[in-house]
């Protein structure tokens, strides 16, 4: 089995994440920024085990730092700044970038500080 198989077949583990999808057409290595950013939104905290035990925590923080960590909620960037030691002031840029404002109002219906 191809290492991209056994990666493919160990997606089956977090499958109720990407319920729009059929998991078996993920890509493990091209879908890797879509599979890192959905476990980070919307995963437990055994999906986050399985995705730092596959991906490993410089794959995941290089995709944090790319995207500034848009769609994903204050709550859980405030928690992956402290698992990743990921520098507070740049946390607290992305949070205060003004296009952020949308989705945190989407998230609790009001402006959060």
């Known amino acids: 089995m191809g290492n991209n198989q056994l990666k493919k077949n160990e997606l089956k ?56 960590g848009r769609g994903i909620d204050r709550r859980r960037l405030r928690f992956y700044q402290v698992v990743f030691r990921l520098p507070a002031a740049e946390v607290d840029g992305w949070l205060k970038d003004p296009a952020r404002k949308i989705w945190d109002n989407r998230c609790r219906g009001k402006e959060n500080p």
């Open 13 to 68: 583990e977090v499958r109720s994440l990407f319920w729009e999808y059929d998991v078996k057409d993920l890509d493990f290595l091209k879908d890797r920024e879509l599979i890192i950013k959905r476990v980070l939104s919307h995963g437990s905290v055994e999906d986050l085990k399985w995705l730092r035990k596959v991906m490993g925590d410089k794959e995941i923080e290089a995709v944090l730092v790319k995207t500034k």
